[in-house]
């Protein structure tokens, strides 16, 4: 990895942080987003003390809104001219109804809206390549349970999920993005499933429901430098596939994607939903719901 060029969105805390860092190390020139200064700061400082390393660079921006996400992308050409590799670990969890000033419920713009975004404007701005890779990290697992399937071509319906309801749609969303985004940019990508995570992202959920879930992970909670090695893992073994996608998560290793992410029909409903809904929140963009080839 040395000298390459390594993007990470939510890069300053949790996964995103310890991956950045992990990246450092192995002389990966690496650009970090977030929102915080101070933990951006912080990761920095870490940075400098590896000697014979990588370098990071911090690019500030709140991707709940997706104006912010479209200039971070021009900033971002401006840096580089091309992307070897982007690790998508931006993300929130809460559990309360809240939209942000674009009318998208928050948890779906930040989660999942923001990535396709961040990819749309990086492939109009000629920064993908046949050999970027990038790794979406969701909920990916062998089979979709259920209750967790949702479908995305009635976007008021999307519009109606609020809550926990939409962290959930986020997830399958990026799930199925994984596989739609190969096709539609041309790269390798990667759909990772973590597991549950040392991180602070259920900060934002009342007591009594982290309390109520807390025995659920007690004793399979990995920390986020554990993550960050098996992700790089992952990637380097990847590095050298063809144009596709794969799916991996903490305790399967590598599998095929379940049939309901991979559904043509259900890949083009979340594309033109995906396209509608940024459409709206940039109030007169030049997007269109025109499949590209």
């Known amino acids: 990895m040395k000298k390459k060029t390594v993007v990470i969105t939510g890069g300053t805390d949790g996964i995103g942080a310890a991956t950045a860092l992990e990246y450092c190390r192995r002389g990966a020139n690496v650009i970090i987003i977030g929102r915080s200064h101070v933990k951006a700061d912080e990761i920095v400082r870490q940075a400098n003390k590896f000697s014979s390393a990588g370098t990071i660079e911090v690019l500030i921006s709140d991707f709940s809104i997706m104006k912010n996400v479209k200039n971070t992308v021009q900033r971002l050409r401006e840096k580089v001219s091309s992307i070897d590799v982007i690790i998508h670990a931006v993300g929130i969890l809460i559990s309360k109804t809240e939209h942000t000033t674009e009318g998208i419920e928050k948890d779906f713009a930040v989660s999942y809206l923001s990535r396709f975004v961040f990819m749309e404007e990086a492939s109009a701005h000629n920064l993908l390549t046949e050999q970027t ?161």
């Open 133 to 293: 890779i990038m790794l979406n990290i969701a909920a990916s697992a062998p089979k979709i349970p259920r209750y967790a399937q949702m479908e995305f071509h009635d976007i008021a319906e999307v519009r109606s999920r609020v809550g926990m309801k939409s962290h959930g749609q986020a997830q399958l969303a990026n799930d199925i993005f994984t596989g739609l985004a190969a096709h539609r940019y041309g790269i390798t990508t990667i759909g990772y499933g973590p597991g549950s995570v040392n991180t602070k992202i259920r900060r934002e959920l009342p007591k009594i429901l982290v309390a109520l879930i807390q025995p659920f992970f007690a004793f399979s909670t990995r920390e986020p430098f554990e993550v960050a090695r098996q992700i790089v893992s992952i990637v380097e073994d990847k590095s050298r596939l063809m144009v596709g996608q794969v799916h991996y998560c903490n305790k399967n290793g590598s599998f095929p994607a379940d049939p309901f992410i991979t559904d043509t029909q259900r890949k083009q409903a979340l594309l033109k939903t995906s396209l509608t809904l940024v459409h709206d929140a940039l109030s007169g963009s030049t997007y269109s719901a025109i499949e590209r080839h």
